[in-house]
């Protein structure tokens, strides 16, 4: 824990958001194959907040399940809410569901990276550098969540504005592997087992 906190990577080994979002989205890919975008995206939003409702109703959790809720609706309703409406609608769920959570700094740097990942994302949605908008994206969570960090955890590790990108897309293969491994082993553990392992070695 202590080296993926030194890293930059210790949001990896909590339920959150990010989770949430690359199990949905799987869901949503499988469910593609059989019906159209928009029906895949209603059925990505009912198992988030069927998924998040067994965990509890982390606030991180929460906030994914919210936004791939408004995401579903506004495909149904043909609409496109900006990325800042989207961000204050799912803050308002989230605390619909636990008021408290405006006192949890997971729901914090939650929605902290969220931010700050949208906003340099904005700022350089006109280059075509694919690489420099991902260092954009990383860095720009890394930044909005450091104050939190310091805070709450006395450090902040910038390192983690490279290590995501390594990790981020070996997590979207070893999270959904694992958990289709135990409904159907075989080869899925094996694969899920490479890409896990991947992910135990980035932060070294």
Same mark, same amino acid.
């Given at each position: 824990r202590q080296t993926f906190a030194d890293a930059g990577l210790a949001h990896l080994l909590a339920i959150s958001g990010l989770h949430v979002g690359i199990l949905a989205s799987w869901v949503q890919w499988l469910a593609r194959r059989a019906t159209t975008a928009r029906a895949a995206g209603v059925v990505g939003a009912i198992f988030a907040w069927g998924y998040v409702a067994f965990l509890g109703f982390p606030a991180p959790a929460t906030r994914s399940a919210a936004f791939l809720a408004i995401g579903a609706l506004g495909l149904l309703r043909q609409r496109h809410p900006s990325a800042d409406a989207v961000l204050v609608t799912s803050a308002l769920l989230v605390l619909a569901v636990d008021p408290l959570a405006a006192t949890d700094i997971g729901a914090w740097l939650s929605f902290a990276a969220v931010w700050g990942s949208a906003f340099a994302s904005r700022e350089l949605q006109n280059r075509r550098a694919r690489l420099l908008r991902l260092v $954009?994206? +990383?860095?720009? &969570? =890394?930044? $909005? =969540? #450091? *104050? /939190? =960090? #310091?805070? %709450?955890?006395? +450090? !902040? %590790?910038? /390192? @983690? /504005? &490279? $290590?995501?990108? !390594? &990790?981020?897309?070996? %997590? %979207? !293969? #070893?999270? *959904? @592997? /694992?958990?289709?491994?135990?409904?159907?082993?075989?080869?899925? $553990?094996?694969? #899920?087992?490479?890409a896990q392992a991947g992910l135990e070695q980035t932060p070294r």
């Amino acid at each position: 824990r202590q080296t993926f906190a030194d890293a930059g990577l210790a949001h990896l080994l909590a339920i959150s958001g990010l989770h949430v979002g690359i199990l949905a989205s799987w869901v949503q890919w499988l469910a593609r194959r059989a019906t159209t975008a928009r029906a895949a995206g209603v059925v990505g939003a009912i198992f988030a907040w069927g998924y998040v409702a067994f965990l509890g109703f982390p606030a991180p959790a929460t906030r994914s399940a919210a936004f791939l809720a408004i995401g579903a609706l506004g495909l149904l309703r043909q609409r496109h809410p900006s990325a800042d409406a989207v961000l204050v609608t799912s803050a308002l769920l989230v605390l619909a569901v636990d008021p408290l959570a405006a006192t949890d700094i997971g729901a914090w740097l939650s929605f902290a990276a969220v931010w700050g990942s949208a906003f340099a994302s904005r700022e350089l949605q006109n280059r075509r550098a694919r690489l420099l908008r991902l260092v $954009a994206v +990383s860095a720009g &969570a =890394t930044l $909005a =969540t #450091a *104050p /939190i =960090t #310091a805070y %709450a955890f006395g +450090s !902040v %590790a910038l /390192i @983690g /504005i &490279a $290590a995501n990108l !390594v &990790a981020i897309p070996l %997590a %979207a !293969v #070893a999270v *959904p @592997g /694992i958990f289709a491994s135990l409904l159907l082993g075989g080869p899925l $553990a094996g694969g #899920a087992g490479l890409a896990q392992a991947g992910l135990e070695q980035t932060p070294r």
